[in-house]
């Protein structure tokens, strides 16, 4: 089954950098378009970025500019750099494929927290 895994969260300093990993198994990997979402405590769960078969990108407004994400399909890994981070990017970050037909699978979440 599709197995998504984070890794890479931690703590880090306002203005600092850190990268995130998703190691993917159960599909296909290259078939299929990746994310990265985050979920602050008490918020909703929200788009961050998505990356396609190919390499088209979007990202939401708040990290446009500060994040990069990327994939390796012959590591079956998506990233997600993060740059200048702000603790307003304080939250849980999950990896998700998106399978079609409105499904999505999901990783576990890795804790990313931006604090002086």
């Known amino acids: 089954q599709v197995r998504l895994v984070e890794s890479g969260g931690g703590l880090v300093q306002p203005g600092g950098s850190l990268t995130l990993s998703c190691a993917a198994s159960?599909?296909?990997?290259?078939?299929?378009?990746m994310g990265w979402y985050r979920q602050a405590p008490g918020k909703q769960r929200e788009l961050v970025a998505t990356?396609?078969?190919?390499?088209?990108?979007n990202y939401a407004a708040s990290v446009k500019g500060r994040f990069t994400i990327s994939r390796d399909n012959a590591k079956n890994t998506v990233y997600l750099q993060m740059n200048s981070l702000k603790p307003d990017d304080t939250a849980v970050y999950f990896c998700?494929?998106?399978?079609?037909?409105?499904?999505?699978?999901w990783g576990q979440g890795t804790q990313v927290t931006v604090s002086s």
């Open positions: 159960g599909i296909i990997f290259s078939a299929y378009e």
């Open positions: 998700s494929a998106n399978l079609g037909d409105f499904v999505r699978s």
């Open positions: 990356i396609n078969t190919g390499i088209s990108t």
